[in-house]
């Protein structure tokens, strides 16, 4: 990858200002001075996957360039306060750091352990529990099927659990505005391209704001933006159910614990309220409208299944739900980080496929540098070039929730 000259005149426009947007625009702006203009369509972030996301954060990846991602972001998220305080004010994440529990049948525990070696490879604290280990930990947990757990335990330079998703986005947002950045709103829907590189940005009232370079962060609206420079990015809507549940009490240590079948249910708070949700029942349409929340899922699939795996799940009561859309990569469900390609000045943070919101500080950090000058600094974000489409190079990642 080529370096370049550092050009402090230089406008980079962002579209979609959710937590990629405003991560990248909050490097661009604080480390690099650069005037960095966020389009965001809706202020008020009401279907941004940011504003409607579980917030966990892992490190029990399948690989490396994920387990990376994901410890640098833990130690920025760990430090936030310090990291994006703007004056005197500190923003706070509630960040907690229970771990996650995966679970794996006879079937599944050669993968597991495969994982976890790799994991304590990249220096993940990640420890492999036996069925009696998992009984003295978790006695509350029945272990029908189970053959092997491993929970990410929280050590100096790793920890899994689960944040405040908007206190991220809205801190990102509020550190790049004080240092410079402007988010303005509107959307995005055209662009003026000579010789392959995008001069300006078309807003939908007909504004033209100059380019020099051009961050796609539009989430699970990523596609349409990409196809109107003739690109087809593999990003589509797909919608994914919380429950959220009130439970006779709490579990003491839960972690987020991930079901060999599928479902995964966490803590939300210390009086037995409890998330929990799971890939949807049969075909994983596109663009099903959030307000279609699969109820049955719970009462048919989840509620039995929770209730096997947890006895005192039996008698508990939904509270609440909603419904946020994965920005989900069909090509091999991770991020498409980098140049996009047929274009100069056209970059993409996009593609996550429900594991974005922890991976934000190290992916706004790396397209900052990326844009600014030309190569990743600090974390090599290579592995997530679009390049790996054209060369049907999928970089599969077993762990993807
Ligand atoms: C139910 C659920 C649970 C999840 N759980 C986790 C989890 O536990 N851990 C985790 O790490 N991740 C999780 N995720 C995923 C995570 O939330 C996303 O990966 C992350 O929020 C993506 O951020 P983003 O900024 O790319 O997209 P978004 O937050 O969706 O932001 C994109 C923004 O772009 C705007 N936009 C779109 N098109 C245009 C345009 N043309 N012009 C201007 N603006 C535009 C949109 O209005 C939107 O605000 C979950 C997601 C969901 C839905």
């Not at 959030?290 to 005192?312: I, K, N, S």
């Not at 140049?339 to 496929?353: E, Q, Y």
């Amino acid at each position: 990858m080529r370096n370049q000259q550092l050009d402090p005149s230089m406008n980079v426009v962002i579209i979609g200002g959710g937590v990629m947007g405003a991560a990248t625009a909050s490097f661009l702006a604080a480390r690099y001075g650069l005037r960095a203009t966020v389009l965001e369509r809706d202020a008020s972030y009401a279907r941004a996957s940011s504003a409607l996301s579980v917030c966990a954060i892992r490190q029990q990846f399948s690989t490396e360039i994920n387990i990376r991602i994901s410890q640098e972001s833990l130690l920025f998220y760990r430090d936030i306060g310090h990291q994006l305080a703007v004056g005197p004010d500190r923003p706070s994440i509630g960040l907690v750091e229970p771990g996650y529990l995966y679970l794996a049948t006879e079937a599944g525990a050669r993968v597991l352990a495969e994982n976890q070696a790799l994991q304590a490879r990249c220096g993940a604290d990640v420890a492999l529990l036996s069925l009696p280990e998992l009984t003295a930990r978790f006695p509350w947990l029945s272990l029908e099927q189970i053959a092997l757990g491993s929970l990410g335990l929280s050590t100096a330079t790793s920890g899994e659990g689960w944040f405040d998703g908007y206190s991220a986005l809205q801190a990102f947002r509020q550190h790049a505005i004080a240092h410079g950045a402007r988010f303005v709103q509107a959307e995005a829907v055209d662009f003026d391209t000579r010789a392959g590189a995008v001069q300006s940005v078309i807003t939908r009232q007909g504004e033209r704001l100059a380019a020099d370079a051009v961050l796609i962060a539009a989430g699970a609206w990523s596609s349409p933006v990409a196809a109107v420079l003739g690109v087809d990015l593999p990003i589509r809507a797909r919608k994914r159910d919380v429950f959220a549940l009130q439970a006779p009490g709490p579990l003491p240590g839960c972690p987020l614990v991930i079901d060999p079948s599928g479902f995964w249910f966490r803590p939300d708070g210390d009086t037995g309220q409890f998330l929990c949700g799971s890939p949807p029942r049969g075909a994983d349409l596109d663009d099903v409208p959030l307000e279609q929340v699969d109820h049955g899922l719970f009462d048919e699939w989840l509620w039995p299944r929770l209730a096997e795996r947890v006895p005192m799940f039996d008698e508990l009561r939904v509270t609440s739900s909603w419904a946020g859309y994965y920005e989900y990569n069909t090509f091999d469900q991770n991020g498409l980080v980098g140049r996009l390609p047929g274009t100069d000045n056209v970059f993409v943070a996009a593609g996550f496929s429900g594991h974005g919101l922890q991976q934000a500080p190290a992916i706004g950090r790396g397209m900052a540098e990326l844009i600014a000058t030309g190569t990743y600094a600090s974390l090599d974000l290579s592995p997530l070039h679009l390049e790996r489409l054209a060369n049907h190079a999928p970089l599969l990642e077993r762990n993807v929730i």
